[in-house]
């Protein structure tokens, strides 16, 4: 649905939406990356209908985010894990976790930390200038029409 | 809506999608960083009706995303700006966009490029430790509970 609202938008915020932004889906992703994988354990999480949760991982199986993977036969259960490409989304989600935690967490603080495993500090989502490797603050962020852009704007 | 759904969803990113999780919310706070701040140029961009506008934009204003700020009088005429706690919704923003280009961009490329505006670079989002400052790759982060967990889990 959310692919043909979004359809004439150039843009990989929008495509990405079209993956991702429909309502439970990035809850999925995140609730793969906290070690779930059975259609029951998302179902307990989210407390949503089996419909919509049937519907939210075929189409996130479908976009290439998770692999359904059988690991039982005679009946086929299956477990849903994320691929190499959903795996990436750790990043826009601790972001927006981040932002969560900083702008709408109660005053006890963060229901979770994301911390280095090596050294156990906490982690915060930054963006880097490939060029001079920097951080860059936001009032230093330019942005440019791409080679993808059609027609310029 | 979708606060009442994510209701019992003690997540810091459950409750960043109740504020900026519903369609077309993070494309509008995209078209602000672009330079847009009025109603018609938000509704020209995104091609939705007015009625979904106004419910957008007095949510994101509700939620301290956006601020409203008249800039005519008789008849009154307002601007929408991104708040403070809005503009930090640039890197999760920004990593959301490179995940689209890395996946979901044309053949041609992205559609637009965040640069570095003192070196030209080009940004990526990444995770960095605070404690020893290195870039976290995905399979070093571990995610705890924090203080705002309860019960822990």
Redesign the interface.
Known sequence: M?AR??D????????????V?E?WS??LV?DA??GLSRFEQFQTS??IGRNVLTNRLGRLVEA?VFERIRYQQHPDRFDYRLTP?G????????????????????P?????????????????????????Q???P?H???????????PPT
Chains 1, 2 share one sequence.
């Open positions: 959310l609202t979004y004439d938008q150039v843009c990989s915020i929008a495509r990405a939406l079209e993956v932004g309502r990035l809850l995140r990356f906290l989210l407390g290439g490409m795996r990436q989304l750790l990043v826009p989600i601790l972001a927006l976790m981040h932002w969560g935690d900083d702008h709408l967490a109660e006890a603080g963060p229901p979770r930390l994301a911390q280095h495993a090596e050294c156990g500090g906490e982690l915060h989502a930054a963006l880097i200038c490939r060029q001079c920097s951080p860059v936001a230093q962020v330019t942005v440019v029409p791409g080679p993808g852009q059609h």
